[in-house]
């Protein structure tokens, strides 16, 4: 596709070529951009293989142990599906790379199973991974920028070595907001270096949102029967939400990070998608365990499972109690209030008890301070440098040669927004005494009114099995020039506490997509899982997208 490197080309022979001149990265994110929504906007009938349209993976499970299917088969149906909707048709673009192995890996997979039967529930199933996850392979890693083009991993990410051994099919790489959407204050989600602009697949002037945007829309356009996404602050829980899929934010160190390119060890998590809560748990399963190369996983031992299924209810919401969130992180639109309001009636009328509201009481100073930002600011620093000493790139060994790599292709990797939130963290001095010190107070500050005083607070205070929260806006229109219309969202308050969220499809307004999220304390999955299939079963709100060329004007 135009403006992205060929599977194989080296960021080098990329640039000498000119393959992503201004003009190109231009045309190749705007070509696919509509124009301004029109009454009775266009919409592309599904031009993909029609049988893999809201399969899910125990359905697909179920038709590889009959021999219905080969896993080789079901990856070539996939990438047909890839070829149509993400290269051809709407040109959703949310796929950058195919894995070059992928049908040697699916016919392995298939004479293994005819020799000593499936590894387990996920033998044979294709998922996409996020350009962020290290994989040591003919795949890139990259984080969706050039710079990294050229150099491979040493090491699988522990996620990514643990779906291989569940028996995964690695199918590919996914689009993502460039470096997690940390470098630039008015970015455009969704856009990257290497990419382009990844669009929404329910309407396709619209945001995917981020930072794993190709992750959410590659499942909403089913050409995927999984993926995985990473989340500092609401980049699964947005994503999932603004694409109508089922995203797990996990408990902070039930899922490594190691051999992911980081933010902040302090807010970062790997988590699955899926467009049920019973698929995006079979994947959370493969994902857990300690794992010596990420520290913060040693305090999830005995408290992650295998397999998450296990916990899933239809009638999960019976008998729980539930609070609900107005302020601060809900009533940010009137569209999302409606969603929102029919979702906590549907939860009531399953069974569940309802305190409304339940609000956390810190939430105010949450969105009111630098603290946050300050943390992320120093941690990336400190983290994206140790990953970069580890990764052996030939060329890009720090941040500051990140930023002197930008603005050498500035044509490439700056045409629509710069990197300031680049120079703000290397402006930080990590081993100043006053900086230090700071930095602790404001993370000391951040997990206080995330944990004790804030979500731990407000469920210890009515009893609470869970808080509810809308997750996102609708998607906004898409704005290289200007950056996002961000209008609100809720996913602070678990990324300060490191606290797990579930994202599940609550409606649509206007045929825009709105999620609701379903927060808990820390390890608490099982019951998050609950009462996520419960909703699930009450509303069953997802729909396919019919990627509609021009959304409604709003």
């Known amino acids: 596709m135009q403006g992205r490197p060929p599977d194989g080309m080296s960021r080098r022979a990329f640039l000498r070529a000119g393959a992503a001149t201004a003009a190109t990265v231009a045309s190749a994110g705007l070509a696919s951009v509509p124009a301004p929504a029109q009454a009775g906007a266009e919409s592309f009938a599904d031009p993909g293989p029609r049988d893999l349209i809201e399969v899910t993976i125990a359905e697909l499970q179920a038709r590889l142990s009959s021999g219905q299917m080969t896993s080789r088969e079901l990856v070539e149906r996939y990438l047909a599906r890839i070829a149509a909707i993400d290269r051809n048709g709407p040109r959703v673009n949310s796929v950058l790379q195919i894995n070059p192995d992928v049908e040697d890996i699916a016919r392995g997979l298939d004479e293994e199973r005819r020799k000593k039967g499936a590894r387990g529930p996920l033998h044979g199933i294709p998922i996409l991974i996020k350009d962020n996850i290290d994989t040591h392979d003919r795949m890139h890693t990259t984080a969706g920028s050039l710079a990294l083009l050229g150099s491979t991993p040493a090491l699988d990410a522990t996620v990514a070595s643990r ?50 945007s190709g992750s959410g829309a590659a499942v909403a356009a089913n050409l995927c029967a999984g993926a995985l996404g990473t989340e500092t602050d609401g980049s699964i829980l947005c994503p999932s939400g603004i694409n109508m899929v089922v995203g797990i934010k996990p408990t902070l160190g039930l899922t490594s990070r190691a051999g992911v390119i980081p933010i902040s060890h302090n807010q970062d998590t790997v988590g699955p998608f899926g467009r049920t809560v019973a698929d995006a748990a079979a994947v959370l399963g493969a994902m857990v365990g300690v794992d010596p190369r990420d520290p913060a996983t040693a305090a999830s031992a005995g408290r992650f499972f295998t397999d998450y299924t296990r916990f899933l209810d239809p009638q999960g919401l019976r008998g729980a109690r539930i609070g609900v969130i107005r302020q601060v992180f809900a009533g940010f639109q009137d569209k999302v209030d409606v969603v929102y309001d029919a979702s906590i009636d549907a939860m009531r009328r399953a069974g569940a008890a309802i305190v409304d509201p339940a609000d956390i009481p810190t939430a105010q100073d949450m969105v009111s301070t630098n603290d946050e930002f300050t943390v992320l600011l120093f ?96 998607p906004w229109k898409i704005d290289l020039l200007d950056g996002d219309h961000f209008l609100g969202g809720s996913s602070t308050p678990t990324s300060l506490a490191g606290y797990p969220a579930i994202n599940v499809p609550a409606g649509f307004s206007f045929g825009l997509p709105i999620g609701i999220t379903f927060m808990g304390r820390a390890f608490s999955e099982p019951t998050l899982l609950r009462l996520a299939s419960g909703f699930e079963a009450a509303t069953r709100a997802r729909k396919p997208p019919q990627f509609v060329r021009a959304g409604p004007v709003i």
């Open 379 to 474: 941690d990336f620093k400190a983290d994206l440098n140790a990953y970069l000493a580890g990764r052996g790139d030939p060329q890009i060994h720090t941040l500051q040669d990140l930023i002197d790599f930008d603005n050498a292709h500035a044509k490439d990797e700056l045409p629509y927004f710069g990197q300031d939130i680049f120079l703000s963290s290397q402006a930080m001095d990590l081993n100043d005494p006053a900086t230090v010190a700071a930095y602790r107070t404001a993370l000391a500050n951040d997990q206080r009114r995330g944990r004790q005083d804030g979500i731990d607070r407000v469920m210890d205070q009515f009893s609470l099995d869970a808080l509810v929260a809308p997750t996102n806006s609708v």
């Open 163 to 212: 779906l291989r051994a569940a028996g995964v099919v690695l199918l590919g790489k996914l689009n993502l907001s460039e470096w997690a959407n940390f470098r630039s204050s008015n970015s455009s989600s969704g856009w990257s270096g290497r990419g382009g602009q990844c669009l929404n697949p329910y309407a396709l002037d619209r945001t995917p949102c981020g930072s794993s």
